[in-house]
């Protein structure tokens, strides 16, 4: 229970009613040490690894945030000291945090070891890393050392994201900075695996998908650029899906001020040139884009290997062979179901993922469903001889759905140890992790659990229980890794903070566990503990309490208001009334009533932002069961003969329901527009306005057969406004912590009011002080603008101001200017 120990003291501490004196004399306590400030130096020389002067760096960014204090970096120093070291009688990922209250030495078994110390230092201080960014509390502490003297390793030797292209909610709208942010939280929550899975070119529902080129050695250059490729996109708004899911559509027609999100109609993959919408019009615009993709691959992976941080990509199996290969195969007299054919596409791919970007895994996927056994042994096959021949540095391994953990038996009797086997939990992940890892032995497995599912894709989901026992489960297994599926970051922080989490220490939500009769365990194990933890970090420890309780009781068990409808998260139409459903979603004004008691600025925002995902969830319900009181009521209507009577019925009676219908959208849309934080929240708003309001007609369906009923065409205000209503909204679209020495710092900034935005201004200096500069961001389009930080010479900080035509002023973060979004240098 040491972790639940020190949170209470840091509660006490942030609340003002614990003083120093009284934490000195408790263990583990943040203020468990004496050093003043003005003798402390971090040590660390300039013939450090690149990651324990990123650690140096690190340690003291998070001092100075929590502290105000800004320490000295040196090559050494008499007194007290911060220092750094490898220690070889450490695991490779092993770290120790030892301090005397005077002076602290981080070290590990490798320099990435020391950098996860030095993230484990900066929680000490109550940070709290999430995928999407850092988490500072409002109320600054003293400077103190705590006194420390603890080791970690980790239960997982791989842990880690596995974020699913195919929609926009997820990695399909990530921009290279993008992936640098996931890279920077991913190795801060001591996590080190990306996966990426990607569909192939005949499915035509969801692919063909850029990630991975299929071709043949000769068509690959020495650079790892490509002679010929087919056409291939991630998700534009331009895209038609066949079988049904996101209906193409111009985000110029986006309601209530969405369409002030996007710089263009066409939004779509940075990769993408301005023709590539839906998919690249020519043979080499194709060729440019497998090219681009290539070169974006080698920036995200080199960017994450320097980190510590392992990748694998893929695709499925049997191997898709894109049309515009099999033509030129067949040009070459070769056969494309011949063996030694796929072998030879297995090296070409290959050859080309060697010559263009770092990769330490690639995964043939079972497809979703049933599988051919005897086709992906000889997928596998295949692909291991070509390993060999082209020497690739990478492992080879089969992942898939539930369905392809089904055949681990046999493929384990069948396939050499050195291939590894990966799955994704079954059935949305609902089905816990696949015992059939179990009776794998000598080889390389990873479990994959899902951190959200698709078909609730545009609702919050909490289920920090579930990836607890899915760990358990997994290390019962004799898993080496545990990664988790998902599209989202923010919204769904709290699952992938515990599964992180879990990574390192099961508590005694795992120890306690039957480690062989899984079936007496419930399938969400206890959440409570994470969640005080979490809300204190978040929301400030005048509300963690009370916040905490109504996060875990939600947590595997909240509504859902949207639903697998030939695409994922589409509202879900509710035949019941608003007043039979509303006590599922108390939960939001139990959220509402807290705010008037948080204190802090940023902890504002944060609980802000919770606040406003629950009651856009909350008007979502209210929204689909309006839509099913107008069914019912136009159903009844059409059983009165009489015209007239119809007539005053269809006015007085189903006009009022759908005029409120179009109110309900307007304040659904006021909260989905104010969760906005990056391209997560962008794809959010694509798939309401692009399935649920455009291809299912959620909104408009009943409009012609009410309109023949009352007589007359239904009012403009039955129409949904273009117009923006909701509070001002300044965001920061990428967040990056990190960036190498002389690297420009590209901002995506969001400046939107019911008033024209006349100024949007960054403001940055170095870290801890000097003087502020100014620079002036340049107007893209609509609500959107860009500005180029220039390269800094030494770690800093910004702040975003804006301000309307009308005189409303916005500012980001919302803690600045006393706390303000910091950067530090990599090497």
């Known amino acids: 229970m ?35 400030s003005n003798t402390v130096t ?24 929590r502290t105000a204090t800004l320490l000295p970096i040196a090559e050494d120093a008499a007194g007290d000291v911060i220092s750094f070291r490898i220690d070889n009688t450490l695991e490779e990922q092993q770290f120790r945090l030892k301090s005397d209250g005077k002076s602290m030495v981080i070290a590990g078994g490798s320099d990435v070891a020391v950098l996860y110390g030095a993230y484990a230092f900066a929680e000490k201080l109550g940070v709290r890393f999430q995928l999407d960014g850092d988490v500072i509390p409002d109320a600054q502490i003293p400077f103190s050392l705590p006194g420390l003297d603890e080791t970690h390793k980790p239960v997982f030797r791989l842990r880690g994201i596995q974020p699913f292209h195919d929609f926009p909610e997820g990695p399909d709208w990530w921009t290279t900075d993008d992936w640098k942010v996931i890279s920077g939280q991913v190795a801060k929550m001591r996590m080190n695996f990306i996966g990426l899975h990607t569909y192939p070119f005949k499915n035509k529902d969801l692919g063909p998908e850029p990630t991975v080129w ?103 199996s049997p ?25 030879k596409l297995y090296e070409g791919m290959f050859l080309r993922i060697k010559r263009t970007y770092p990769v330490d895994y690639y995964w043939i996927w079972g497809h979703e469903g049933e599988i051919d056994e005897n086709r992906f042994i000889t997928n596998i096959n295949s692909a291991r001889s070509a390993l060999r021949s082209v020497e690739a540095p990478f492992s080879l391994g089969l992942c898939g759905w539930g ?104 508590g005694d939500w795992g120890r306690s566990s039957d480690a062989v009769n899984k079936d007496s365990l419930p399938r969400n194990l206890a959440s409570d503990d994470f969640y005080l933890d979490w809300t204190a970090a978040q929301f400030g420890p005048a509300v963690a309490k009370e916040i905490a309780a109504i996060f875990t009781k939600l947590d595997g068990n909240y509504p859902r208001t949207s639903t697998w409808n030939r695409g994922p998260g ?72 009489d015209p007239a009577a119809q007539r005053k019925s269809a006015i007085s009676e189903v006009l009022p329901i759908r005029l409120k219908m179009t109110n ?27 399935q649920s309001l455009l291809r299912c007609k959620l909104l408009t369906a009943q409009d012609e057969t009410l309109e023949k009923l009352a007589g007359a065409p239904l009012p403009a205000e039955a129409r949904p406004r273009k117009e923006y209503s909701g509070t001002p909204l300044l965001v920061n679209l990428v967040v ?69 035509s009308g005189g409303t002023k916005m500012k980001w973060p919302a803690t600045a200017p006393e706390i303000n979004q910091t950067v530090v240098i990599r090497e």
């Not at 006490?12 to 040490?33: E, I, M, R, V």
């Not at 191997?319 to 072998?343: C, M, V, W």
């Open 403 to 506: 369905w392809t953990a089904g055949h681990f038996p046999q493929f384990d009797k069948t396939l050499p140890k050195d291939v590894f086997f990966s799955s994704i939990s079954h059935n949305v992940g609902n089905t816990p992790v696949s015992p059939n890892f179990a009776g794998l032995e000598g080889r390389v497995k990873f479990a994959i659990p899902w951190a959200e599912d698709d078909g609730n894709l545009t609702a919050f989901q909490l289920l920090v229980g579930r990836m607890r026992r899915d760990a358990v489960d997994a290390q019962t297994y004799g898993c080496d890794g545990l990664f988790c599926l998902h599209w989202r970051t923010r919204v769904i922080n709290p699952n992938i903070s515990a599964l992180a989490q879990a990574g390192w220490e099961l």
């Open 2 to 36: 040491k972790k639940i120990v020190y949170l209470n003291f840091f509660l006490l501490f942030a609340s003002g009613t614990l003083n120093t004196q009284n934490a000195l004399n408790k263990p583990n306590s943040l203020l468990a040490g004496h050093s003043s």
């Open 42 to 65: 971090i040590i660390c020389p300039a013939s450090s690894p690149a990651n324990i002067k990123l650690a140096a760096r690190e340690v003291r960014r998070y001092l100075y945030l």
């Open 570 to 641: 589409v509202i879900n139409i509710n035949k019941q009334s608003w007043q039979e459903v509303k006590n599922q979603y108390a939960f939001a004004e139990e959220m509402e009533s807290l705010r008037p008691r948080v204190r802090g600025s940023g902890n504002l925002a944060r609980f802000d932002w919770w606040n406003h995902e629950f009651q856009f969830m909350k008007s979502m319900a209210m929204f689909a069961c309006a839509r099913g009181e107008l069914d019912a009521a136009l159903a009844g209507i059409e059983q009165i003969k």
């Open 214 to 316: 299929i071709g043949l050695p000769e068509d690959v250059n020495a650079d790892g650029t490509v002679k010929v490729a087919d056409k291939s996109s991630w998700y534009t708004t331009a895209k038609f899906i066949p079988y049904g899911c996101y209906a193409p559509g111009e985000t110029g027609t986006f309601s209530f001020g969405a369409d002030q999100l996007f710089p263009a109609d066409d939004y779509g993959p940075e990769i993408n040139g301005p023709d590539d919408f839906p998919f690249p019009p020519t043979p080499e615009a194709c060729v440019d884009m497998a090219n681009r993709s290539g070169k974006m691959l080698n920036e995200v992976f080199t960017d994450a290997r320097e980190l510590g941080i392992k990748t694998a990509v893929g695709t499925e």
């Open 664 to 690: 309900l959208l307007g304040t659904m849309y006021e909260h989905m527009i104010a969760t906005l934080n990056n391209s997560s929240e962008l794809g959010t708003i694509a798939n309401i306005e692009l």
């Open 736 to 804: 990056r912590t990190t960036q190498k020495r002389g690297e420009a710092l590209l901002l995506r900034i969001i400046a939107l009011d019911k008033q024209p935005v006349k100024s949007v201004l960054v403001k940055f200096r170095t870290l801890g002080g000097g003087k502020w500069e100014t620079i002036e961001a340049k107007h893209i389009a609509r609500a959107v603008w860009n500005a180029t930080l220039p390269a800094p010479d030494d770690d800093f900080e910004y702040q975003i101001v804006s301000e309307t």
């Open 319 to 343: 191997l898709d062979i894109p049309d515009a290969i099999a033509e030129q195969l067949k040009s070459r007299g070769l056969n494309p179901d011949d063996p030694a054919t796929l072998e």
